[in-house]
């Protein structure tokens, strides 16, 4: 079994910064890509930022020059580090990873649960 537990969702305000962070635990051999997904009320789920393992990385068009995904490999971790957060970032944020499992050496998808950020106006 593998978990992703995200955190460091909160209220701000515009303007303002937020680090979240998701570990991933379990039976892993190897994590692969990573990434945040953000859904907001009545929308669909869309992708925000991956990193490949090796750093390679890829952002939506709306958060270029604000949000920074990066990872730590020994940790089994992801981060996204959000600056200049508007109104329209609200939304659950989702952390999303390929693992390799011990036990059969396939990578599947796995999902968070979600860690709320809300940006006052």
């Known amino acids: 079994q593998v978990q992703l537990v995200e955190s460091g969702g909160d209220l701000v305000q515009a303007g303002g910064s937020l680090r979240l962070s998701c570990a991933a635990s379990g039976s892993i051999f190897r994590v692969n890509a990573m990434g945040w997904y953000r859904q907001a009320p009545g929308k669909q789920r869309e992708l925000v930022a991956g990193i490949t393992q090796y750093g390679s990385t890829n952002y939506a068009d709306s958060v270029k020059g604000r949000f920074t995904i990066s990872r730590d490999n020994a940790k089994n971790t992801v981060y996204l580090q959000m600056s200049s957060l508007k109104p329209e970032d609200t939304a659950v944020y989702l952390c999303?990873?390929?693992?390799?499992?011990?036990?059969?050496?396939?990578?599947?998808?796995?999902w968070g649960q979600g860690t709320q950020v809300t940006v006052s106006s």
């Open positions: 999303t990873a390929g693992v390799v499992d011990i036990g059969d050496r396939r990578e599947l998808p796995y």
